[in-house]
């Protein structure tokens, strides 16, 4: 019966159905299409190489402050002056917020105090929360690059120009955009880092480590989130509800779009033929060989009357035999039905000759399958002297057949003669059988139980088991 709805697990096999359909190759092209346009997109959204920070040497002190603070090590001292690597430095600005001296910018951004800041409430803010936030007009703002551009003398003159309040926003513990800024202004505020607040304005700047998207909310309620050590991230149990609800949601459409069904729509149905024959040999259910040996093989798969010729082999495969599968839709219903092999010979080999009735989405498998050869001595031979233990039967690793040639096992010369006589109620053959498929029945004298191994009833096929005992029934006195 051929697979008509079945229920298919989306999030492993979402592409089975449109690979499956009329145009396949649409989504190989559109599944091509998307993964291009991923793998651009990182470069879409580049903002090209930044430039680097600025130094001047005549404001430059030497203190080391930059250097030290620097998370990509892009500043070093190079006798009294800092020098920067333009291949390293990102246009952070955390340099910027540790000089107290003017000596370093950042070309082409200068963070604009507002001009009067008297009675106004002031925030500074990195620019990833400027960009996503709208605050009321009675609010002023600096933008900086990052939080650890700010340095604390610039906070000391908004205070001293009257400003209401000062305010600093930056990003939350552990998701700084430049990986330490929001950690090192905090440590400068807290007077734990060079360059620190004047002691007058303690206490008087509030800070804030949020998601861009909260920068409002921060705003509104000020100084509610002032940790900013990554190893000490506050604990918000309600903002796992969210991811929760998330997981939660994907999970139940997983499940309910698996139990929904996939239909292929398929109301055809197939006749399959399976070929496995060596021209010249005999298929089941012939009364002899047919075809000439190392002929081609057509495969005819003849439906009321109309033929479907199929080229199951050119000559065989390497060991002289034609494998193939021979697939043919056909439409439901009654079917007069004839298979049959041309190889060769005068006339054709007829496997099957019918009428069938053929249900929607059914499948006819028809075999035109060789019948193994008989079993022979010359096999049996073959057999003994294979030597990959694990892989066949391996007798020659324990046994000799040259007489008084013992080894592990005692030598098989004139087993056919002795075979006959060891065990009176049985034949030779019977006997070599029985010692084969249960090694422990009877034990030679001189040689422990259990040096045999066995498992042989499932390494050998009946043929083989046939084949080695008539191989050894030829080894007589």
Known sequence: QLVGAVPLDPFYLFLVPPLLSAAPWLTLVGLGVVVAAGGLIPWALRRGDPEPVAIDPDHCPGCELCVIDC??????????????????????????????FGAMALPGFEPALPPDPAGRDVVIACQRHLRLAQ?????????????????PLTIGSLLSAGAASVEVVGCPPADCAYGLGNEILAERLAGERSPRMQRKWDGAVTQDWVPPTELASAVRTPGAHRIADSDVVPRQPWRLAGTIAVVALSIGLAVLATNAPFDQGRQDSEIVVLVEHVPGAQIAGQSGPTGIAGADVEVAVVVDGEAFVVAASDGGDAAGGVVGIVTVPVESGTRAVRVELSEGSASPTVIVDRIIELGPGERLVVEARDLPPPASAELGERLFFESSLGRNVGCVICHSVRPGDDGVG?????????????????????????????????VVEGYLEGQMLGGYEETLTERELDSLIAYLLTLEE
Do not use: F, H, K, W
């Open 71 to 100: 998370p990509y090590d892009a500043l070093v001292m190079e006798g009294e002056l800092a020098v920067v690597d333009p291949q390293a430095c990102v246009a952070c600005g955390i340099c910027i917020g540790s000089c107290s």
């Open 135 to 151: 605050l009321p007009e009675s609010v002023a703002t600096v933008e900086v690059t990052c939080a650890g551009m700010v340095n």
């Open 410 to 442: 005692p030598s098989l010369a004139g087993i056919a003669t002795t075979a006959s006589s060891r065990v009176p109620e049985l034949t030779a053959e019977q006997y070599l059988r029985e010692s084969i498929l249960e090694p422990t029945a009877y």
